[in-house]
């Protein structure tokens, strides 16, 4: 089972959400993955605090021109749809930042003067944290594309009962590379003018996706009529209201295992986590098993 | 034309918050929202749309089901997972492939080695772009297409807009709210500008948020200033947040208390400084005479000098 917490807003608790019930799950005697995909700033190492077994690079393919080969032909540039290769007099250039890796310029080349090579553009990190697996991928900083490091993180997921994948906040790219193929969409938000336009957002594009969604209300004041009755009038199922809480806002500043500091935060989680596996169906092979 | 850009790092420190204040303070400045993923800014402004226009992205493959023979080139091509073997038939084959447009990236390989020419290729509207009237000057925005991508691209279009807005209107100032993240939005966003502010938490989360975002303005050489938001959450991180500025020269100026006020004023559709005089509204303002007299001495904004997109620097190593 692959859950995706996601979030139109920055900011609004995605790496709380999906440390914590990774922490939880593990606790209730689950296996789980926890998947950092905000691979631009990643912080769920933060409060998981994992022992890190494994390091490798996250790769790119990157065109590389063999000048002896190459005649200047520019079929390479012309196919070239992001401007990453081009002929220049007698020269072939590659831009790398540019480049998607489609592998265009490599199968239209007729002098077979195009190979690829593996560039570095960040680190993928695997370890455990208690009985929790833990995956990130860290983006090389000044890399422009994250979509292909996260797909990485993904594919590095083990055979786990639960996979929570933490994902970058937007709705472009990088939000839907990390949300597609996913077996629901926890979306996370707070009850704020600005919290609700981008939550909008966020449901159109898991809408437009085709995934099934709920949302987690996140820093919930009595005074959130307004964001509920939202709620209730577009019928958004909402999975949990989890109060506003000086106490979770400081355990976080610190970095600290939240379910740990607070109490009240980690019935919070387990409430989640229930309402959670009532909503999903067929997920019985991941109920509790004593 | 100076040009400003608020980033962050870490998604939810306040960037919007921060720059609709500094809207309200600034005189003839011309406001832009580079957060095109997640727009917020003019939940505040309460723009009124004067002039507007699609946004062209790069294309979307599309098979074209009566001409699919079901070879399979296309999926076995793609890098990006994107075909799919699930199309509806013809009367030549039960099933034919077909492309998920949001896998799709627009490389157009499977376009080019169809054998059938089944595949057509054609830019798509990934969304459009605004010139608003605001109580606090013109505004320019944009709102992407659902689950679309290109948002550097878009960023870009936003900056050059605003450029040409304040040549037009002679505006000394652009007001750039950014997006979260180090990406391709936030690279587009802060290439050439003349000076970054970053807003930051006093988190462990903003700490190593805050440092990544600093790497990233050291790398394109934007000098860059920091402001910490609701610094009394934590006793101990604002310092370490401003000690780390430090090692990458940026300056500290100043720091937000929590104040409910903020919240309070994104309610009312007002920025900060115009509905309260509390503590948050005071250090904004404060903040906003130590920006506005460094802006005086960065360099004009070269915006309108970099490509569509950003880094066009060839490795000479790789060629």
Same mark, same amino acid.
């Given at each position: ?57 996250? /790769? ?161 004041? &009595? ?25 979770? &806002? ?10 740990? &500091? ?23 092979? /991941?109920?509790?098993?004593? | ?17 921060? *720059?609709?204040?500094?809207?309200? =303070?600034?005189?003839?400045?011309? =406001? ?8 917020? =800014? ?50 030549? *084959? ?49 709102? =992407? ?175």
């Amino acid at each position: 089972m692959k859950i995706a917490i996601a979030s139109g807003k920055g900011g609004t608790g995605k790496t709380t959400i999906a440390t914590n019930l990774a922490y939880v799950a593990a606790r209730n005697g689950r296996t789980v993955a926890y998947l950092d995909c905000d691979v631009e700033e990643p912080n769920g190492h933060i409060f998981l605090k994992p022992t890190i077994a494994e390091e490798r690079p996250i /790769t790119k393919l990157i065109p590389v021109v063999d000048a002896a080969r190459c005649t200047h032909c520019g079929k390479c540039s012309r196919i070239c749809r992001y401007g990453a290769i081009a002929c220049v007099g007698k020269q072939t250039l590659v831009f790398p930042e540019l480049c998607h890796a489609c592998g265009g310029c490599m199968l239209v080349c007729p002098e077979d003067a195009i190979q690829e090579v593996a560039q570095p553009v960040g680190q993928l990190r695997l370890g455990t944290s208690g009985r929790v697996q833990f995956i990130e991928g860290v983006l090389d900083v000044g890399e422009a594309m994250s979509p292909p490091a996260i797909r990485v993180v993904k594919e590095a997921a083990p055979d786990t009962d639960l996979i929570l994948l933490d994902s970058p906040p937007g709705t472009s790219c990088p939000a839907i590379e990390c949300v597609r193929n996913s077996d629901f969409v926890v979306l996370v938000t707070e009850p704020t003018p600005f919290g609700l336009h981008d939550l909008k957002l966020a449901i159109e594009m898991v809408k437009a996706l085709k995934l099934p969604f709920a949302v987690v209300v996140n820093r919930a004041d &009595a005074g959130d009529e307004w964001f509920r009755n939202y709620c209730e009038q577009n019928r958004v199922s909402m999975l949990a209201e989890i109060p506003d809480d000086r106490a979770v &806002a400081e355990a976080y500043s610190r970095g600290d295992m939240i379910c740990e &500091a607070v109490p009240a935060f980690d019935q919070c989680i387990r409430n989640l986590l229930d309402a959670l596996e009532r909503k999903i169906p067929g997920n019985h092979h /991941t109920k509790e098993t004593r | 034309m100076k040009e400003l850009v608020v980033v962050s790092g870490k998604g939810g420190t306040g960037k919007t918050s921060v *720059v609709a204040s500094f809207a309200a =303070l600034a005189e003839r400045a011309v =406001l832009a929202d580079c957060d095109v993923d997640a727009a917020d =800014l003019h939940l505040v402004l309460d723009p009124r749309i004067v002039h507007r226009e699609n946004f062209i992205g790069g294309g979307k493959a599309r098979i074209m089901p009566g001409h699919c023979t079901a070879c399979g080139k296309c999926g076995e091509l793609c890098r990006f997972d994107a075909i799919y073997y699930d199309g509806p038939g013809n009367g030549r *084959v039960a099933r034919t492939f077909r492309v998920d447009s949001f896998a799709c990236e627009g490389c157009g390989v499977c376009v080019d080695f169809c054998d059938d020419n089944a595949i057509e290729f054609a830019p798509a509207v990934c969304g459009q772009w605004f010139i608003s009237e605001t109580r606090f000057g013109p505004l320019v925005h944009a709102q =992407l297409g659902v689950a679309a991508d290109n948002s550097g691209k878009l960023v870009t279009q936003i900056r050059r807009t605003a450029q040409e807005v304040a040549t037009q209107r002679k505006l000394e100032l652009a007001i750039c709210d950014g997006s979260p993240g180090i990406g391709c939005p936030v690279i587009a966003s802060l290439t050439g500008a003349s000076l970054a502010l970053f807003v930051a938490e006093p988190t462990i989360s903003g700490l190593h948020d805050l440092e990544r975002v600093a790497q990233l303005t050291v790398q394109l050489g934007i000098p860059s200033m920091l402001a910490v938001n609701k610094a009394d959450l934590n006793k101990e991180v604002p310092q370490r947040l401003e000690n780390l500025a430090g090692k990458y020269g940026v300056l500290p100026v100043g720091r937000i208390p929590y104040d409910r006020a903020v919240t309070a004023a994104q309610i009312a559709k007002k920025s900060v400084v115009e509905s309260s005089v509390g503590p948050a509204a005071r250090a904004i303002r404060d903040i906003w005479t130590v920006v506005e007299k460094r802006l005086q001495t960065s360099t004009t904004s070269q915006v309108g000098n970099i490509a569509m997109r950003p880094k066009l620097i060839p490795r000479e190593d790789i060629s």
